[in-house]
């Protein structure tokens, strides 16, 4: 099942290729999870120094993603608020952990959760999965600004 497909994740997201790093968004609740994939391939622009003998995703880029995709939580379902004027800023990350690498053919799956929300700060939980098995966690703090 999809929520929703690249195309409403690009009305949501100001990113584009190739730091847009979320594909699809498989289902969730607005404002408390949400869970999304990433089919990583091998042409992704990132394999070609990291590493050319045996590419391995960085670490870096999957909690860029579960950001990514806690921003897509905070926003979709929002009649209230302008989503196509709204920028969410990554203001801090605790307790990133990598268990195993994540290599060209994998599909990612990231699930969030909000753990607390405060004025504008909002603290997520996240965790990166491939095949069933944790690739990554971290705690994802982030606010944002809408601009006009």
Avoid at 97 to 109: A, M, W
Wanted: one cysteine or more; glycine letters at 6%.
């Amino acid at each position: 099942m999809t929520l929703f497909d690249i195309h409403e994740i690009k009305n949501l997201l100001p990113h584009r290729y190739p730091f847009l790093l979320v594909d699809r968004v498989l289902d969730g609740s607005p404002g408390e999870h949400l869970r999304a994939l990433k089919n990583v391939t091998y042409n992704e622009p990132f394999f070609e120094g990291h590493f050319p003998n045996r590419p391995v995703m960085p670490g870096v880029l999957i909690v860029e993603a579960l950001a990514q995709s806690a921003a897509l939580m905070a926003s979709y379902g929002r009649d209230d608020i302008d989503t196509t004027n709204r920028i969410y800023y990554f203001t801090g990350i605790d307790k990133a952990r990598f268990k195993q690498p994540v290599e060209p053919g994998d599909q990612l799956i990231f699930e969030v959760s909000l753990v607390r929300k405060i004025k504008n700060m909002w603290k997520c939980q996240g965790t990166a999965t491939v095949d069933g098995k944790l690739a990554a966690s971290a705690e994802l703090m982030f606010t944002f600004k809408d601009i006009q």
